[in-house]
């Protein structure tokens, strides 16, 4: 059956989002329905409010989030309601060639359907009866969700539904390039750029990773202090110490991987020049559409260096989610340090506005 609740909308660029009651329809054959218990605050949110992701408006925004299973479609056989789910924003079709080579992070089918369900219509309707879109396949920031099967992961009950959420997004993202994409060795130097809420994740994932050298570079001392709690070994603030290459180079030495977590041409071009020859820079932040690197050509031949991308950390969802939620069981990945604060929906407008202080925010749903 159909359900009334609360949720996020983006509703006109540049402007706050606005909470609205809006109608998720019930599941069809292959879908289900989530009671979402909490939703991280990412910043792919802001980026659809702001231009940045090209988005259309009128878009139930959230994409990061752990809920309880109340309704299941006519064909789901493996799932179960009351079950605790995590969801992935990338619903795998688990056929095309990217699936079939275990890399579900690239699948063709969910950038197909833009933001709408893999038939193509929408589950959503607000007050008026207009139909509304789903973000990145989710649409999470909501009381209820229907999602696509391949969208939920069945985890663990007792993990707290705020740290649950984050592994949806910003953890997988974070710790996924560097155990997935990078597969970084033990002993290795990274460099970190960027210590937001992905970049602490992939501190953490290089402290998982055995790294014996971890440097978080950022602009913002306070955000370098809390990278220390997840890892880092050194700090480096450009607008104090200078040009991160030179800085990182003369403390540590070239490193063997850096992470990229901004999205930003001139810093994904740091990422490539600080590494050592046949290096790895990884880039892992969403650079706006328009942005261009440039580099040295000849040092592509001459150096070795790899430069690469790290979409939604290689995560092959299914397989990390589980593993991600026993590293926390087991103290070795922290997730309660990542909430720095829990909103109620009706205060969404706030937590996008406390963004840029907040490692994450997270809403809460009763
Ligand atoms: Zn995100
Ligand atoms: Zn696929």
Redesign the pocket.
């Given at each position: 059956m159909s359900r009334v609740g609360k949720a996020v909308i983006h509703r006109e660029v540049g402007k706050p989002v606005s909470v609205e009651e809006v109608t998720v329809l019930s599941p069809g054959p292959d879908e289900v329905m989530v009671k979402v218990s909490a939703c991280?605050v990412?910043?792919?949110?802001l980026s659809a409010t702001n231009g940045t992701i090209p988005m259309p408006t009128d878009t139930v925004l959230g994409?990061?989030a752990a809920g309880t299973i109340v309704e299941l479609g006519e064909r789901v056989g493996d799932l179960a309601v009351g079950d605790t789910v995590g969801v992935s924003?990338i619903p795998m079709c688990g056929t095309c060639r990217f699936c079939i080579m275990g890399r579900p992070a690239l699948c063709d089918r969910p950038a197909k359907h833009g933001p709408r369900m893999q038939d193509g219509s929408s589950r959503l309707r607000d007050k008026a009866g207009k139909e509304l879109n789903h973000f990145?396949s989710s649409a999470v920031m909501a009381e209820y969700a229907t999602l696509p099967r391949q969208s939920v992961i069945k985890i663990d009950p007792s993990v707290p539904p705020e740290c649950a959420a984050l592994v949806?997004?910003?953890v997988t993202?974070g710790v996924g390039a560097v155990l997935n994409t990078a597969k970084v060795e033990p002993g290795s130097i990274v460099a970190v750029i960027g210590a937001g809420?992905?970049g602490l994740n992939v501190i953490q994932g290089a402290r998982l990773a055995g790294a014996r050298a971890i440097v978080a570079v950022d602009t913002n001392d306070e955000k370098l202090e809390f990278a220390k709690v997840f890892g880092a070994t050194h700090l480096v603030n450009p607008t104090k110490d200078g040009d991160a290459v030179d800085r990182i180079k003369k403390t540590v030495g070239a490193p063997d991987y850096s992470f990229e977590c901004i999205g930003f041409s001139d810093t994904i071009r740091q990422s490539y020049m600080m590494i050592r020859k046949g290096g790895m820079a990884v880039v892992v932040g969403i650079a706006p559409a328009s942005q261009k690197v440039e580099l040295p050509a000849v040092l592509l031949p001459i150096t070795e260096k790899i430069l690469t991308g790290s979409m939604y950390g290689s995560t092959r969802p299914r397989v990390d989610f589980p593993k991600l939620i026993e590293l926390y069981k087991t103290k070795q990945l922290l997730l309660d340090e990542l909430v720095t604060q829990r909103y109620r929906i009706e205060d969404a407008p706030r937590a996008f506005e406390d963004m840029k202080k907040n490692a994450r925010g997270v809403i809460m749903f009763d």
């Open positions: 991280g990412c910043h792919s949110d994409h990061e924003w990145m949806g997004c910003a993202t809420g992905v």
